[in-house]
């Protein structure tokens, strides 16, 4: 499998919209360099700061990383045919440890929804890098127990469990059980 060229893909897109690299870093509220390190593959943008530049092009991780997967008007979907964003997520986590895999319904950037099927190893954690968008995200745990952390308040949720909030908050979600766990996730808007 070839290496996703962020810098390359991160060019066609402010090209495509018309903006500059100045305009962009505005819209993103980064620094101006930032971007211009980026394009030339001279820094790898962390998590937060790659999502902060494509919500000032009005884009998506999915979209940015999977530009190619064509818009579908199905309604009902069988577990092959989840759109897999594991690999994508891997590529722009800052220190991730374990297994997640992430798994989409459908086509989220057009109902403005995103539905995952997450499945965290034991051991498995976002980062110590807490998790921040502009978003409202909720899940139910299906299966096993997940350490979930928002802002200054963190708790162990087991099967049947749930929780909902603002994704402006930092959070991260740590499997600290001994076996897999299971989360159904909405998230509105699309943040992956």
Do not use: W
């Not at 030339?40 to 999502?51: E, G, I, K």
């Amino acid at each position: 499998m070839q290496d996703f060229d962020v810098g390359r893909r991160l060019r066609e897109m402010r090209q495509s919209a018309g903006l500059s690299q100045r305009q962009l870093a505005e819209a993103s509220g980064v620094p101006h360099g930032q971007v211009s390190m980026i394009e030339t593959n001279r820094s790898n943008p962390s998590v937060a700061s790659l999502r902060r530049i494509l919500g000032g092009l009005n884009v998506t991780m999915s979209e940015f990383f999977e530009p190619d997967t064509p818009a579908t008007q199905a309604v009902f979907f069988k577990p092959h045919e989840l759109r897999d964003l594991t690999t994508r997520l891997y590529s722009t986590l800052d220190g991730p440890r374990g297994r997640i895999t992430l798994q989409q319904v459908g086509d989220a950037k057009t109902h403005n929804l995103q539905i995952l099927y997450e499945r965290y190893e034991p051991g498995a954690d976002t980062g110590e890098q807490m998790l921040e968008h502009v978003s409202h995200e909720g899940g139910v745990v299906i299966a096993g127990e997940i350490e979930v952390t928002v802002g200054e308040h963190c708790a162990v949720l087991k099967a049947g469990d749930s929780y909902l909030f603002d994704s402006t908050l930092p959070h991260r979600f740590r499997n600290t059980g001994d076996r897999e766990a299971v989360v159904v996730s909405a998230c509105t808007p699309p943040y992956l």
